[in-house]
């Protein structure tokens, strides 16, 4: 595999073209932002901890048979990817009320809801990214009513596998946001999943371990997103020690 042209560079990642078109090299950035990207910062080792993540994440989905774009970890910032022709729908699952539909709903953060809430997304910066429903997405030609029902199938699949596998690890999973793509005529989970991605707490005390912890100024981001890499690999990581 070899690194070639720059090709598009998002909030927290750069992608580039690699020798081979149905592959590309995702490059984890320490950039943070927030609001749509009105607060923004740059996060030591940030971009590290999100590939290593990402990568142990994918692999543990890859094992539990829900295909991504995951080939291989490349260098600490870097995974090659298949890839995807992204559907620009983003898919948010909730297993608990916070952020966003506390407040659109009046629910109490923390509260468990009783049944799992998929919610999607256009994903649009220019528009912050507007809730849409299935009418928007068919009548936008957005994705097949075929194509949503294997996201939505995904997603619940994605979400029965991670809770049990992060209470081990004692933390609670609040709510993620997922991406997916067509790829070899196939619908795959694509992008990221890390704390950037999910709403992670810890299963006792209740602390965030997320990017909650820059959105409303608690302070230990990095921290935090290390100690979730922490439990996820079982030790400590010295090389990301402060």
């Avoid at 294997?150 to 049990?164: F, K, R, S, Y």
């Avoid at 067509?182 to 997320?210: A, M, N, Y």
């Amino acid at each position: 595999m070899r690194k070639g042209e720059f090709a598009y560079e998002g909030k927290a990642k750069k992608i580039y073209k690699t020798d081979d078109p149905k592959q590309l090299l995702v490059e984890f950035k320490d950039d943070a932002t927030a609001f749509d990207g009105v607060k923004k910062d740059r996060l030591q080792d940030k971009g590290i901890l999100n590939n290593r993540l990402s990568a142990i994440f994918f692999r543990l989905l890859e094992e539990k048979g829900i295909e991504t774009h995951y080939i291989e970890t490349i260098s600490e910032r870097e995974m090659l990817v298949k890839a995807l022709d992204i559907i620009p729908v983003e898919v948010i699952v909730r297993n608990i009320a916070a952020g966003s539909i506390s407040k659109r709903l009046g629910i109490e953060e923390g509260i468990k809801l009783k049944k799992t809430v998929l919610e999607f997304s256009l994903k649009d910066d220019a528009l912050h990214d507007p809730m849409i429903n299935h009418y928007h997405i068919y009548a936008l030609d957005l994705a097949t009513a075929e194509e949503m029902a294997v996201i939505e199938e995904a997603a619940l699949h994605i979400n029965t596998i991670l809770i049990p596998y992060l209470e081990q690890k004692g933390i609670t999973l609040v709510d993620f946001k997922l991406e997916f793509g067509r790829h070899q005529g196939r619908v795959i989970l694509g992008d990221e999943i890390s704390p950037d991605t999910c709403r992670f707490w810890d299963s006792s005390s209740g602390e965030k371990l997320d990017k909650d912890r820059f959105r409303r100024d608690l302070g230990g981001v990095v921290d935090a997103y290390r100690e979730v890499l922490r439990r996820l690999e079982g030790g400590d990581n010295p090389a990301l020690e402060s």
